[in-house]
């Protein structure tokens, strides 16, 4: 158990006045931990307090903080050159990392579009695709098709593709034209409906988007690969594009490098983000098929893709990327995934049983339990911090994502608060 050593510093007191936090009721939100520094897989608070962090930073910081790797490329690349921008000018970890992307991931995926962010690259997928139709001579295919349970983004157009209801946004409901949002094709029944859906409406829909293996924000829910599998036969059946949103699965975190290489599935677009730097700098990417990029390719100006993001292949971000595929193909990842998966399997059995939880589950370095009801994040924030780990339970699901490089003592310690904040 930690407790404050000292007073909150100066610059929060200050800068709390200033700062709108996110997914925060400013009114009566408590004071957000201040942190001093990162190390490894922990936080050091700035009153001398260290916590073990169950998430990652949002799922980010696989290889752990501040690993000297990573550190050292970002290093090298702010003396050489911190910025320039993408259009007209081109420089080497940019271009390095696309051709590394196209490499690792499977099929023809090899057409990569950098942004900053995970909902922006989700953005550019979403116009890839629409403008996909638009450049083949089709008009009329302006409507996605996703699933109850995805989140997908906070931005207006992604907001749209989130679930309704549990995706943080039903606030907005009918500000942006609404999208066919329909439960996930676990089972034969449900493909077939899928598949009777996409008879009838095929001509209006640009593109499937799914989370794949994983939703994760919509609450930490798994499904099997054969629902993936279900969902190329039915793109293909019907002609639409499939987008995998692997900001959340991608690099490791559910056992494979990708979800979709795992499940044997080739979708037409992927997003990526969060692990991508290793957790350290922001960036995303769109990376779409032959078949999607080949719509785009001619002799007319106007087929081009009109976007471009002014620290779009930040070269900061892409020489931690870089990096961090190094690390990557070290490939100690796989051992520590399968370590976290069994240290996760067995902390959290206990769990099991207890009063309101209705599952426990884990999938590669994905710990969840599940209650019957919205848990009360902030109290039980608080107690975790307490118990000297920093978890942030969301919607009905207290989740352990911890970074790869977490070691079997503070695996110990983020199960045992888990267990002891239940009270089992
Ligand atoms: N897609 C998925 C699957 C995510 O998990 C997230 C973020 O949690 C996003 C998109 C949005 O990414 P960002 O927060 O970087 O905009």
């Given at each position: 158990?930690?407790?404050?050593?000292?007073?909150?510093?100066?610059?929060?007191?200050?800068?709390?006045?200033?700062?709108?936090?996110?997914?925060?009721?400013?009114?009566?939100?408590?004071?957000?931990?201040?942190?001093?520094?990162?190390?490894?897989s922990r936080l050091?608070?700035?009153?001398?307090?260290?916590l073990v962090d169950g998430i990652a930073?949002?799922?980010?910081?696989?290889?752990?903080?501040?690993?000297?790797?990573?550190?050292?490329?970002?290093?090298?690349?702010?003396?050489?050159?911190?910025?320039?921008?993408?259009?007209?000018?081109?420089?080497?970890?940019?271009?390095?990392?696309?051709?590394?992307?196209?490499?690792?991931?499977?099929?023809?995926?090899?057409?990569?579009?950098?942004?900053?962010?995970?909902?922006?690259?989700?953005?550019?997928?979403?116009?890839?695709?629409?403008?996909?139709?638009?450049?083949?001579?089709?008009?009329?295919?302006?409507?996605?098709?996703?699933?109850?349970?995805?989140?997908?983004?906070?931005?207006?157009?992604?907001?749209?593709?989130?679930?309704?209801?549990?995706?943080?946004?039903?606030?907005?409901?009918?500000?942006?034209?609404?999208?066919?949002?329909?439960?996930?094709?676990?089972?034969?029944?449900?493909?077939?409906?899928?598949?009777?859906?996409?008879?009838?409406?095929?001509?209006?829909?640009?593109?499937?988007?799914?989370?794949?293996?994983?939703?994760?924000?919509?609450?930490?829910?798994?499904?099997?690969?054969?629902?993936?599998?279900?969902?190329?036969?039915?793109?293909?059946?019907?002609?639409?594009?499939?987008?995998?949103?692997?900001?959340?699965?991608?690099?490791?975190?559910?056992?494979?490098?990708?979800?979709?290489?795992?499940?044997?599935?080739?979708?037409?677009?992927?997003?990526?983000?969060?692990?991508?730097?290793?957790?350290?700098?922001?960036?995303?990417?769109?990376?779409?098929?032959?078949?999607?990029?080949?719509?785009?390719?001619?002799?007319?100006?106007?087929?081009?893709?009109?976007?471009?993001?002014?620290?779009?292949?930040?070269?900061?971000?892409?020489?931690?990327?870089?990096?961090?595929?190094?690390?990557?193909?070290?490939?100690?990842?796989?051992?520590?995934?399968?370590?976290i998966?069994?240290a996760l399997?067995d902390g959290l059995?206990?769990c099991?049983?207890?009063?309101?939880?209705?599952?426990?589950?884990v999938?590669?370095a994905i710990g969840v339990v599940?209650?019957?009801?919205?848990?009360?994040?902030?109290?039980?924030?608080?107690?975790f911090v307490?118990a000297g780990v920093w978890i942030r339970?969301?919607?009905?699901?207290v989740y352990l994502t911890p970074p790869?490089?977490v070691t079997d003592a503070e695996l110990a310690t983020l199960t045992g608060a888990v267990r002891a904040v239940?009270?089992?």
């Amino acid at each position: 158990m930690s407790s404050p050593a000292s007073a909150p510093p100066d610059w929060l007191a200050k800068g709390a006045r200033h700062v709108w936090r996110p997914y925060c009721q400013m009114k009566t939100a408590p004071a957000p931990l201040a942190v001093a520094r990162t190390e490894g897989s922990r936080l050091i608070l700035e009153d001398g307090r260290e916590l073990v962090d169950g998430i990652a930073s949002w799922w980010t910081a696989c290889h752990g903080y501040n690993h000297p790797h990573i550190r050292q490329a970002v290093e090298a690349q702010l003396a050489r050159a911190p910025h320039v921008m993408f259009g007209g000018l081109a420089h080497e970890p940019a271009y390095r990392l696309a051709s590394r992307l196209a490499a690792l991931l499977p099929g023809d995926l090899d057409h990569v579009f950098f942004a900053e962010s995970g909902s922006v690259s989700v953005e550019i997928a979403m116009k890839m695709a629409l403008q996909f139709w638009i450049n083949r001579g089709m008009s009329g295919r302006t409507r996605f098709l996703s699933f109850l349970g995805g989140y997908h983004g906070d931005t207006l157009a992604t907001m749209t593709i989130c679930d309704p209801e549990e995706g943080m946004h039903s606030l907005f409901a009918g500000v942006m034209p609404s999208q066919h949002v329909t439960a996930l094709p676990t089972d034969a029944a449900s493909e077939a409906g899928l598949a009777a859906y996409l008879a009838e409406n095929a001509q209006e829909i640009a593109a499937v988007i799914v989370e794949p293996r994983v939703q994760g924000a919509g609450g930490m829910l798994f499904h099997e690969d054969e629902t993936l599998r279900r969902l190329r036969r039915l793109a293909d059946d019907h002609d639409v594009l499939l987008i995998f949103d692997e900001i959340f699965t991608g690099f490791g975190r559910t056992g494979d490098l990708f979800a979709c290489e795992g499940a044997g599935v080739v979708p037409d677009v992927i997003t990526l983000s969060k692990a991508l730097t290793g957790g350290t700098l922001p960036l995303s990417a769109a990376v779409a098929s032959r078949k999607v990029f080949d719509a785009f390719w001619s002799d007319d100006p106007g087929a081009a893709l009109m976007h471009g993001p002014t620290y779009m292949g930040n070269p900061l971000a892409c020489a931690a990327a870089d990096a961090s595929l190094d690390l990557f193909e070290r490939g100690d990842w796989r051992a520590d995934v399968a370590r976290i998966e069994a240290a996760l399997r067995d902390g959290l059995a206990p769990c099991r049983g207890s009063a309101g939880v209705v599952d426990v589950r884990v999938k590669g370095a994905i710990g969840v339990v599940e209650f019957d009801r919205q848990v009360e994040s902030g109290p039980l924030c608080q107690r975790f911090v307490e118990a000297g780990v920093w978890i942030r339970p969301m919607g009905k699901v207290v989740y352990l994502t911890p970074p790869f490089v977490v070691t079997d003592a503070e695996l110990a310690t983020l199960t045992g608060a888990v267990r002891a904040v239940l009270g089992v």
